[in-house]
């Protein structure tokens, strides 16, 4: 499976944006696409991921409340809302995926990844 991130930008605090990853590939049922990022100087960490049906969420409580992943099914994509941005939101964002029966935070189980998309929230 394939995937391209993009929708990052400059907004700032309070502001929204909303990312999106083309999935391309093989998909199946046992799909999941997750979002992680990374900020300046710290570890990679886990944002929020979906089921490729779109039926189960999971999300970090870092982001829980402010931030809605979802599937498009038409145009095979899985976007990232993000409102009420912080300055502590600033990353390079990530998504990636992995075939599973369940939904995995740890992104070490992740074997495909995208590339980074930047978000930059000014204060």
């Known amino acids: 499976v394939q995937l391209q991130a993009s929708g990052g930008g400059l907004v700032q605090t309070g502001g929204s944006l909303r990312l999106s990853c083309a999935v391309s590939g093989r998909t199946s049922r046992t799909l999941r696409v997750g979002w992680f990022r990374q900020a300046p100087g710290k570890e990679r960490e886990f944002a929020a991921a979906?089921?490729?049906?779109?039926?189960?969420?999971v999300y970090a409580d870092s982001v829980k409340g402010r931030f809605t992943i979802s599937r498009n099914n038409a145009k095979s994509t899985v976007n990232l809302q993000m409102n009420s941005l912080k300055p502590e939101d600033t990353a390079l964002y990530f998504c990636a995926a992995v075939y599973s029966v369940s939904l995995l935070e740890a992104g070490t189980s992740y074997p495909f990844w995208g590339q980074g998309t930047l978000v930059t929230v000014s204060s």
């Open positions: 979906i089921t490729w049906s779109g039926g189960s969420t």
